[in-house]
């Protein structure tokens, strides 16, 4: 269908899916660059252009553990004509003393040694008898072989990593090499999480009839953590619209986004949406999807702080995450990969799906014997499964306009590894 | 070949990978489980089996936003011959407040408030005129509709969280639900990472000729985090045995296991050798690879603390933690996949191998149009290139017997995906 933003199901006006997540993929900010410890920047994107000051490596150097020599003094070596060589002296590495060596002489290094001057090939042991006043070689060695070059690796003002590249423990291997203690990075983006609701109680807490525990500000925060934010959980908002405004304020000064979970009311007075109304004020709309349709977003405050409202129920509270609040979140932290990697799956079961909805069904994914995959539903997408979500593995997708999957159809399944 | 543990190289006798990837897995220890708040549990193993003691949902409640009936009521209940019941009362989520209907009656009820007693299924608001005092009921529905049971997710007793199972979101959602603030998981092993040689500065220095900037204590600490261990960067070890032993001592006291990156001499004086050999000491061997052939593992002091040492040279370090200390990590965390995943890639060159030795070669891989992996080297295999390591996103695995792979044939490719 061509995406106008809204489709019509059975009368009732919804935003889609791709509307409601192209307005906050449009209005989240990109938090400016900050300068971290190396080790610390690991798993960030590299936010300056870092040239190396340094000759990599700084000097000329032994590849591996032998003799140093000319390479015309040996190029007629064999086994069955070894080429004898005095050995002048030995290096190991770390010394800086200045050593050289003439014709018909070779001087033993240790890997990472310096090279002697007039020495252009290093000789590896094992194809010499390893002699120690006097050493035969066995083989002709094609000029500069096991030296390691100055700038060989990085000259300087070569680039050594790139604005956009992912610090691992090799980029951070390479920014030491060049010098490098600090660098600028993408920061993790700070995302507050709160939940809302008269019927919350803490987790420490019993929850007594028609009470819930919350459930939200544990599992969202773990999910932002895990999609790469520096998440906080500020918990259950109070039920007080004054002290509401004033959590809501105090959040949105410390965050990047905020989010939150609530049960919202469809219409009728709800304590959360004054609140977020003297703020400036939320739109809050049905989204075409399946569990949790409700869904909020909107800039609030001076500084225009995104705000995310997602579904109470917290099987579709995780729902909601996968699909809005994760890609957002990469998106802050500049990845270019913006969502999960899916693949299409044979699934085992029939599917059913309300027609002009998107359906997110948790499932287990397995490869088949024969290559591909299949899928297998968890429960019923209708149902608020805590346990059952726990042992799936990723979440099918169901498109808007199909309202059945035969069993052995193709179905769309994102997988949903830990940290990935 | 039969794997006697070591392998005839050119008349030397060297250690095969195995052997010395064993007799490390065979030693590290298995850290005793911790307790943890459930958001510091992410992405560790459950350590103990989490039942719960409640029921989830704690009572009888409604599925969605609609009016809870009684089934009988409304089984004749069609779009042409609605049913049209009285509305009695209306019931937000959070209240828990004793409610019930008798015959002919409805209950306006929000997702997730108690059901009424008398009530056994919610109509859902889409499927009735929504009326306020009246409402009109379009569909029949099958007892037990839309109403989420007490216990239907989890009853009292049930297992939540198996030993074993790794902490996500879904898992933190659910171990809230019970009621569950902490939890009992598999540790983060407490890795001290260590670099020996004289050659060695720090990275806030400039490298004298000769000299190297320390790279292998950042990179290996990175590495150790990214593996999910807590690394500790200990820095350049003292040129002093005194210093070092206490050193050791010190890091050996905290740590689950200490890691030491350095070039260690080859049967010469070694001042780390004669500090080890105070503690207990360690067996220098070669093992049959490259890069980096010169390994040691050991356990010392009164505790039997593992002591791995990795070649200096930052490349051939990272190949070795790769290889060694990886798997070791990943078996004191309590995962079952020690391993990355490896897949065959058709080579985009050809590649030479020594005879003996397993070759680890860096690469780039991607997916071939036609399907399957095509992978390309990167560099030199016998060079130190840091910024060739840093564009590689695989290891490229040419094994012990192979001494050449013809352009176009397979190889064995490691993917080194982050966080992975």
């Given amino acids: 269908m ?33 300068e971290l410890a190396v080790l610390d920047a690991q798993g960030l994107l590299c936010a300056e252009l870092v040239t190396s000051e340094r000759a990599l490596p700084s000097f000329d150097q032994a590849g591996l553990d032998g003799y140093a020599v000319r390479s015309a003094d040996v190029a007629t070596a064999t086994v069955e004509t ?29 890997v990472g040694a310096m090279m002697p001057v007039g020495a252009d090939v ?22 500069g072989s ?5 700038g060989d690796d990085v000259a300087p003002g070569d680039v050594a990593v790139q604005v956009g590249t ?11 090499a060049v010098g490098r203690e600090r660098v600028a990075v993408r920061p993790r983006p700070r995302i507050a999480v709160l939940c809302a609701g008269d019927e919350l109680v803490d987790v420490g807490r019993i929850a007594g009839p028609g009470q819930q525990v919350d459930v939200n500000s544990y599992a969202l925060a773990a999910a932002a953590r895990d999609a790469g934010a520096e998440a906080y959980r500020a918990g259950i908002m109070p039920n007080d619209r004054r002290r509401m405004v004033e959590l809501l304020e105090g959040q949105m000064l410390r965050s990047d986004v905020v989010l939150i979970a609530g049960t919202f009311a469809n219409g009728g007075p709800d304590l959360l949406q ?35 409202c997602v579904p109470g129920e917290p099987v579709a509270a995780l729902v909601a995450f996968e699909v809005f609040v994760r890609p957002a979140i990469r998106l802050m932290l500049g990845k270019r990969q913006l969502f999960r990697r899916t693949v299409q799956a044979v699934s085992a079961e029939q599917l059913l799906s309300p027609l002009g909805y998107r359906q997110y069904l948790h499932g287990q994914v397995m490869r088949h014997p024969d290559g591909g995959y299949v899928v297998e539903p968890i429960g019923d997408g209708d149902q608020a499964m805590l346990a059952r979500m726990a042992r799936a593995n990723c979440l099918i997708v169901v498109d808007e306009d199909v ?13 949903m590894l830990l940290g990935g």
């Fill in 2 to 34: 061509a995406d106008t933003g809204s489709v019509d199901v059975s009368g009732v006006r919804l935003r889609t899916v791709e509307h409601h997540l192209d307005e906050i993929l449009g209005a989240v900010p990109t938090p400016e660059p900050i």
């Fill in 82 to 110: 070894p080429v004898a060589l005095h050995v002048v002296g030995e290096s190991a590495a770390g010394s800086g003393d200045a050593t050289a060596i003439g014709p018909g002489l070779a001087w033993k290094v240790a």
């Fill in 274 to 308: 004054e609140a977020l109304a003297e703020l400036g004020g939320l739109a809050f709309t049905q989204v075409a999807m399946h569990p949790g349709p409700v869904h909020a977003f909107g800039r609030l405050g001076p500084e225009g702080v995104p705000v995310i």
């Fill in 146 to 150: 096991y030296v390691r070059r100055i």
């Fill in 403 to 415: 309202t059945e999957v035969a069993a052995g159809g193709l179905v769309t399944v994102m997988p």
């Fill in 166 to 176: 992912p610090i691992g423990p090799a980029q951070i291997s390479l920014l030491a």
């Fill in 122 to 143: 290093v000789v590896p042991a094992a194809w010499t008898d390893q002699g120690l006043a006097r050493v035969a070689v066995y083989a002709a060695l094609a000029p």
